[in-house]
Nanobody, 124 residues
Framework: VQLQASGGGLVQAGGSLRLSCAFSGRTFSRYAIGWFRQAPGKEREFVAAISYGGGNTYYGDSVKGRFTTSRENAKNTVYLQMRSLKPEDTAVYYC??????????????????WGQGTLVTVSS
């Protein structure tokens, strides 16, 4: 499995950005996809996840109401739409795949595959 995250960049506070995670190598519809982020000097943090069927989504407390994740199985791609961005959202964002996702599952450990990360910088 290969995951390719893209779409990061520099944005002003209050702005929006959409990240993409392209999946290849296995049957995409059999994998749940999650997003994590890591800021300099901080631990990796759970951001959002979407179940393999797309029917369930999960969000970290710090992004609820601002970020939305979705998937387009025909394109083997998951998106993370980020709105009302804050300077504290600055981090490298990673997508990860596992066989399914459950409510309350915020650990990075069960993830089987990881993308290389894309940098999001939010200026104040």
């Amino acid at each position: 499995v290969q995951l390719q995250a893209s779409g990061g960049g520099l944005v002003q506070a209050g702005g929006s950005l959409r990240l993409s995670c392209a999946f290849s190598g296995r049957t995409f519809s059999r994998y749940a996809i999650g997003w994590f982020r890591q800021a300099p000097g901080k631990e990796r943090e759970f951001v959002a996840a979407i179940s393999y069927g797309g029917g369930n989504t999960y969000y970290g407390d710090s992004v609820k109401g601002r970020f939305t994740t979705s998937r387009e199985n025909a394109k083997n791609t998951v998106y993370l739409q980020m709105r009302s961005l804050k300077p504290e959202d600055t981090a490298v964002y990673y997508c990860a795949a596992r066989t399914d996702w459950y409510a309350g599952s915020t650990s990075a450990s069960p993830c089987d595959y990881w993308g290389q990360g894309t940098l999001v910088t939010v200026s104040s």
